[in-house]
């Protein structure tokens, strides 16, 4: 079947501009997590969706990230303003339990700042 | 707060060789184990998982890990590591109590030499 799914692959955006990244997870996966990856290092979570409640925004680094599930199902993460700092790769992972003790993940999205 | 390391950065191993990467925990109860392996340009895909029952767990690919409580510790094995296990690896800690997410390690690179 069809895994978890992300677009865009890559996005380069000049500093100051807004970025929209999405999320497609596997069907039915009640679970959905954003992890922001920068390079070399492992991935660190941002925040959590329980179907369409965002129970958990603690690892959101600023104001100018927000992400969002309005229907239970796709998921999008956008950054406003993007600074040099944000360059990473954003992965999206899901899960079909609540609570998500196992994730799948997509191939994330690079996301470059110039 | 749940932590994890993992000692080594980069391991360089001959095609053939027996493999054991490090990994140690620090969690407040009984934790959740993972090992991610990623692929450059790959999203994570999970090798294996500990949630309790026997602490000597299997995995896809012929990887294996052991669950030391005592240690702290969940080192990821192989008897026989081949070209194509050339990758990135990560442990992984979690969801713990109140708390949604994966807490990864750094990393170790694989390298494999023919």
Redesign the interface.
């Known amino acids: 079947g069809a895994g978890?799914s992300q677009s865009p692959r890559y996005k380069v955006a000049k500093r100051g501009q807004d970025v929209a990244l999405r999320c497609d997870p596997i069907s039915g996966h009640v679970?959905l997590?954003w992890?922001q990856q920068a390079l070399?290092?492992?991935?660190?979570?941002l925040t959590?969706f329980q179907n369409e409640a965002q129970?958990?925004k603690s690892?959101l680094p600023s104001d100018r990230f927000f992400a969002e599930r309005p229907e239970g199902s796709v998921s999008t993460l956008k950054i406003q303003r993007t600074q040099q700092e944000d360059s990473a790769v954003y992965?999206c992972?899901s899960s079909p339990r609540e609570?998500?003790?196992?994730?799948?993940?997509?191939?994330?999205t690079r996301l470059t700042v110039l | 707060a749940q932590s994890v390391t993992q000692p080594d950065i980069h391991i360089t191993v001959s095609e053939g060789a027996s493999l054991e990467l490090r990994c140690n925990y620090s969690y407040g109860a009984t934790p959740y184990l993972f090992w991610y392996v990623q692929s450059p340009g790959q999203g994570l895909q999970l090798l294996l998982k500990y949630f309790s029952g026997d602490t000597l767990v299997q995995g896809i690919k012929g990887f294996e890990a052991e669950f030391k409580r005592s240690q702290s510790s969940f080192n990821l094995r192989k008897p026989s590591v081949h070209w194509s296990d050339a990758a990135e690896y990560f442990c992984a800690v979690g969801p713990g109590a109140g708390s949604y997410q994966l807490t990864f390690g750094k990393g170790t690179k694989l390298s494999v030499i023919p």
């Open positions: 978890v679970s997590f992890y070399g290092q492992g991935p660190e979570f959590y129970l958990d690892g992965l992972a609570g998500g003790n196992e994730q799948f993940f997509g191939p994330g």
